[in-house]
């Protein structure tokens, strides 16, 4: 079963911007669906952005125009470019392609 590692989590202000990565081992070339998601205390996971391997891409609404989700294949890897933080965009976020989940990592965006 394939394995996700994620990083790039970190402490941020208001207005500034994060690249996370997410890390396959093995190839992600013929996943049909990867994505992110995150998970704040007290909330259920919610979707973040997906990107289907027909190069399709789906955005939460609070994503639209500040997240940019993409994939390099070559590298067995996902990335999600956040730009604009809000304190509520707070969370752990994780990877997965619907099956295997990465441990998360952490994104605090605060003042």
């Known amino acids: 079963q394939v394995q996700f590692v994620e990083s790039g989590g970190d402490l941020v202000q208001p207005g500034e911007s994060l690249r996370l990565s997410c890390t396959a081992s093995?190839?992600?070339?013929?996943?049909?669906?990867m994505g992110w998601y995150r998970r704040t205390p007290g909330k259920q996971r919610e979707m973040v952005a997906q990107?289907?391997?027909?190069?399709?891409?789906n955005y939460a609404d609070f994503a639209k125009g500040r997240f940019t989700i993409s994939r390099d294949n070559a590298k067995n890897t996902m990335y999600l470019q956040m730009n604009s933080l809000r304190p509520e965009d707070t969370a752990v976020y994780y990877c997965?392609?619907?099956?295997?989940w990465g441990q998360g990592t952490q994104v605090t965006v605060s003042s």
């Open positions: 997965s392609d619907g099956i295997s």
């Open positions: 093995e190839s992600i070339l013929k996943t049909y669906l």
């Open positions: 990107a289907f391997s027909s190069g399709f891409l």
